[in-house]
């Protein structure tokens, strides 16, 4: 039996470093406060740095939690040619088993990552086979205490609402990490999921979008009403904020110097799970989640620094305790 299978995007991460570009501050998206990052028109710009990783949520949970010590399978469609086989030949040496589709027909997912002067980046996502995962493909589903669901569309969010009723006759349990593809089309929408849902967690932005509350435990009230026993939200700089219905709790960032942010919220969300299955702690999970995530931004790549459990251990005794209110 698997501790965990994720079910998510599995992507070639091309890493981008040009110093060409300008933010522009106190700019909107939908309502909420934003920065713009400027890069010139009609000019050929000259790259500084630029390489190669896998990436997408699916992967960077799988890679993580099997780092933490769980046996771990990916489920996901990898799509075709090169592509395709350096994301599993990645998987494969981090001893993580394979479920994955490798669909012939469709392009793998690719991401072109732009990191900017303050080292927060833009993402251009091309989601190709990642949004082509079809129920009546998965040959056979093996025996798992959790399912890790990270944000998928297309045909492949209709997969997870029906792998979301496959864990409740089942018996597994749901965590459901959320980006803003989904936050955006509201919590009806993601209901079939969420109704089925352990632990969910998402950032500041997306919680808003989900459910039109402006104050965060308005906010993780109202998640869990909807079905998840434990909802987390995670501020940037600010922090984490869990609620378990009856207490909520707040952990703090540290002041670590940030190299880069892609793969943070994944590094966040599994490190959580992972000592939730070890320890059932909510404190010691978001410590471990918060160690696990900072490892990460202080370097470039997704899974580049994910770290042991061990060494996650050791990370976690200079951490600052978690506040309960």
Not at 36 to 57: F, N, R, W
Not at 73 to 79: D, E, T, Y
Not at 134 to 154: E, L, N, Q, V
């Amino acid at each position: 039996m698997y501790d965990v299978i994720t079910v998510g995007s599995a992507t070639v991460d091309i890493f981008v470093k040009t110093h060409y570009s300008e933010t522009i501050k106190k700019c909107k998206k939908k309502g909420i406060p934003c920065d713009l990052q400027a890069y010139p028109i009609g000019s050929k710009i000259l790259v500084d740095k630029m390489h190669e990783t896998v990436g997408g949520c699916g992967v960077n949970t799988a890679i993580a939690l099997k780092r933490l010590g769980h046996k771990v399978a990916f489920l996901g469609n990898v799509g075709k040619g090169n592509n395709a086989n350096f994301i599993l030949d990645q998987l494969k040496a981090d001893n993580v088993e394979v479920l994955a589709i490798k669909d012939k027909k469709i392009e793998s997912g690719t991401s072109i990552i732009l990191d900017s002067i303050e080292h927060d980046r833009t993402i251009l996502a091309f989601k190709g086979a990642n949004n082509h995962l079809r129920y009546k493909d998965i040959k056979k589903i093996p025996k798992t205490k959790w399912f890790y669901f990270s944000t998928m569309i297309g045909e492949s969010f209709n997969t997870q609402t029906k792998l979301a009723k496959y864990a409740k006759n089942n018996n597994i349990h749901i965590i459901f990490n959320m980006s803003e593809y989904l936050a955006e089309k509201g919590l009806n929408y993601c209901k079939p999921i969420l109704q089925h849902t352990t632990i969910f967690i998402c950032n500041k932005e997306e919680a808003i979008l989900l459910t039109k509350k402006s104050q965060t435990k308005d906010q993780l009230k109202k998640l869990t009403r909807v079905g998840p026993k434990i909802a987390i939200i995670t501020d940037g700089e600010q922090g984490a904020i869990a609620y378990d219905q009856t207490n909520t709790y707040h952990i703090k960032t540290k002041n670590v110097k940030v190299v880069e942010t892609t793969g943070a919220g994944d590094a966040f969300a599994s490190s959580f799970l992972s000592g939730m299955i070890k320890k059932n702690d909510i404190k010691f999970a978001l410590q471990l989640a918060r160690t696990n995530a900072e490892s990460v931004i202080q370097h470039h790549g997704a899974t580049n620094k994910l770290l042991k459990w061990r060494e996650a251990c050791k990370e976690m005794k200079k951490s600052t305790k978690v506040t309960i209110t």
